[in-house]
């Protein structure tokens, strides 16, 4: 089968296609993808630098859709069922192997491009503000890095739970992925504490979205209204930031960890929870993936340089059929 493999740790630009055997079932849902979704931790793994070094060289590729070949009895899935899946590694390939807790039956009104889309970022970003943040209907959420996959699932599923959205993003180009996911108002990152300062009457969020990091974390903090909380995601912005505990006294505020895999994989079961729990607002149209730039699987290098080179705005995504 083809696929994008990493074999030399260079960055995105040594990803090539060659032709690999396929995945051994081996227990597992085994899925003809059609449709592979692209991460910022490919970025990473192209270069050695994500927390899960596995040995080159390795076919990354986190989330897919596509169609259950085969599928373990008693697993629920059955040949020819459309689903969206979570391999973890080997989603760059004409065939992918998923365990049965994490694959997804798709909505008969998706198509493949949105469920691709689905699993990393919208997984990640309910539990960041479902059990994390503890989002309440009737709050003020800030999303960081709010063009990209992440921030614009982050926009939609804070709206689908009643909150009003501020999006962070880097330029006036950016914003509109922003609107289209739903954004109540879109804030440059330039100068955002003194704008949001301004669109809450000094009142401050009740929560910050941060897969970015860096030197925006400080203002993130002062942002935060009385017992708000602050969501780490990640650090896109390449620096993990520090923050002065004594801040967090001044207005009871926390800065919370999201670390969506660590927690799952203490409770497996969790990830079919969430599934269940976003299924209706996929069915009812409510949740619906800002897509980007759409790359066959041939030019993975270019699709993963896109992230690597902070220019994508919605999700990334490569055609593997069709």
């Given amino acids: 089968m083809r696929a994008a493999q990493i074999a030399t740790l260079d960055g995105p630009s040594s990803i090539s296609v060659v032709d690999v055997p396929e995945p ?5 849902v085994v899925v003809d993808v059609h449709v592979a979704g692209v991460t910022f931790p490919e970025v990473l793994l192209s270069r050695g630098e994500y927390q899960l070094k596995p040995p080159v060289p390795f076919v990354p590729g986190s989330e897919v859709a596509g169609v259950v070949r085969s599928a373990p009895a008693g697993s629920g899935f059955e040949p020819g069922q459309r689903v969206a899946a979570f391999p ?5 390939a004409e065939v992918a192997v998923a365990d049965p807790g994490f694959v ?10 949105q469920g ?3 699993p ?6 309910h539990f960041a503000l479902r059990r994390r943040g503890r989002l309440r209907e009737g709050e003020t959420v800030l999303v960081h890095g709010a063009a990209g996959g992440l921030g614009t699932a982050g926009i939609q599923l804070a709206k689908a739970y009643g909150a009003r959205v501020l999006a962070v993003v880097s330029s006036e180009a950016k ?27 000094g009142r401050g969020v009740d929560v910050v979205a941060d897969p970015v990091g860096g030197d925006r974390f400080t203002d993130s903090v002062r942002s935060l209204a009385r017992e708000g909380r602050l969501l780490v995601l990640g650090f896109t912005g390449g620096e993990i930031p520090t923050v002065k505990v004594n801040r967090l006294l001044l207005n009871n505020v926390s800065v919370v960890g999201v670390g969506w895999g ?17 299924l209706p607002l996929l069915e009812q149209g409510r949740l619906q993936p800002v897509i980007g730039s759409v ?3 041939a030019d993975a290098a270019a699709a993963v340089t896109e992230l690597d080179e902070r220019r994508a705005t919605g999700k990334v995504l490569l055609r593997v059929r069709g």
């Fill in 24 to 28: 051994d079932a081996d227990g597992k």
């Fill in 88 to 92: 973890g590694f080997g989603g760059f």
């Fill in 104 to 113: 997804f039956p798709l909505p008969d009104a998706m198509g493949f491009e």
């Fill in 116 to 118: 691709a889309a689905l």
């Fill in 120 to 125: 990393m970022n919208y997984l990640t970003m």
């Fill in 175 to 201: 914003g509109e992925a922003a609107r289209a996911a739903g954004a109540d108002e879109v804030v440059l990152a330039d100068g955002f504490r003194e704008r949001v300062k301004e669109l809450t009457g």
């Fill in 262 to 278: 660590a927690f799952w994989s203490g409770e497996p079961g969790y990830v079919q929870e969430q599934w269940r729990d976003l």
């Fill in 295 to 297: 790359h066959d699987l």
